[in-house]
C-alpha cells in the first residue's frame, strides 16, 4: 500500500527557515516525480513545486522561487523541501504528493496527510 | 486568483445530478490533460478523475469527466451526502512551467 508521511512543520517566524520531509512507502520511489502541494487555512490547494525522479528536473510556483528547495534521497525514498525567507502568506498545510504517470507531470496519486507550516512572530 | 475558473459552488438534491465547470485556456487545458479532486471535510485531497475522463480504481462512475477545448467537466450523478466536499481541477500550465488548480467548488448535497 502506497503511504506518504510528511514531517517537519511547526511555528516559525518570519524570515526564518524551515525544511520539511516527506517519507515514501509502497512503491518504486526513484521512479517517479514528486510534488508539494500546499493549502492555507480556509483556502484552496496551491501547487508548490516538482521534481522529477532521478532528481534531475525541478518546477517552482512563482510564489516560492527562489526561497524553496524541493530534494529527493531515492536511496532513503524521502523527499524534502527547504523553505527559507518564510513569510506569513507561506503559512499551510504542506501536502507531498506522488505523481502517477509516465509524463513529468501527470496528476497526484496518493497525497498525505500533510504537515502545517505557520509562519508568525 | 487562480489560474482555472470553476464555480465556488454547486448544490443539488440527494439521487440528482450536478456537474463542475473548470475554465482555462490553450497554455494549460487546452493542450494538456486534466485530473479532479475530492477533498473531503478535514481530509487530505483524493483522486477523482485523470486524464479528463479515466478514472482511478475504487472510484464509482458516478463520477466522470470530460473535456472541450479549453474546459473540462466534472459530472456527479446519484447524489450522496458522502459527495458534499470540495472539488478541484488540475492540470499542467506550459506558458508557467507550473501545475495549475482551479479555486475549487464546494458541493452541498441538500
Known amino acids: 500500500q502506497v503511504g506518504l508521511v510528511e514531517s517537519g512543520g511547526g511555528v516559525v517566524q518570519p524570515g526564518r527557515s524551515l525544511r520539511l520531509s516527506c517519507s515514501a512507502s509502497g512503491f518504486t520511489f526513484r521512479s517517479y516525480a514528486m510534488h508539494w502541494v500546499r493549502q492555507a487555512p480556509g483556502k484552496g490547494l496551491e501547487w508548490v513545486a516538482i521534481?522529477?525522479?532521478?532528481?534531475?528536473?525541478?518546477h517552482y510556483a512563482d510564489s516560492v522561487k527562489g526561497r524553496f528547495t524541493i530534494s529527493r534521497d531515492n536511496s532513503k525514498n524521502m523527499l524534502y523541501l527547504q523553505m527559507h525567507s518564510l513569510r506569513p502568506e507561506d503559512t499551510a498545510l504542506y501536502y507531498c504528493?506522488?505523481?502517477?504517470?509516465?509524463?513529468?507531470?501527470?496528476?497526484?496519486?496518493?497525497w498525505g496527510q500533510g504537515t502545517l507550516v505557520t509562519v508568525s512572530s | 486568483q487562480s489560474v482555472l475558473t470553476q464555480p465556488p459552488s454547486v448544490s443539488a438534491a440527494p439521487g440528482q445530478k450536478v456537474t463542475i465547470s473548470c475554465s482555462g485556456s490553450s497554455s494549460n487545458i487546452g493542450n494538456n490533460y486534466v485530473s479532479w479532486y475530492q477533498q473531503l471535510p478535514g481530509a487530505a485531497p483524493k483522486l477523482l478523475i485523470y486524464?479528463?475522463?479515466d478514472r482511478p480504481s475504487g472510484i464509482p462512475d458516478r463520477f466522470s469527466g470530460s473535456k472541450s477545448g479549453t474546459s473540462a467537466t466534472l459530472g456527479i450523478t446519484g447524489l450522496q451526502t458522502g459527495d458534499e466536499a470540495d472539488y478541484y481541477c488540475?492540470?499542467?500550465?506550459?506558458?508557467?512551467?507550473?501545475?495549475?488548480f482551479g479555486g475549487g467548488t464546494k458541493l452541498t448535497v441538500l
Open positions: 521534481m522529477s525522479y532521478d532528481g534531475s528536473k525541478e
Open positions: 486524464d479528463n475522463n
Open positions: 504528493a506522488k505523481d502517477d504517470g509516465s509524463s513529468y507531470f501527470n496528476w497526484f496519486d496518493p
Open positions: 488540475g492540470t499542467w500550465d506550459s506558458s508557467l512551467s507550473a501545475v495549475v
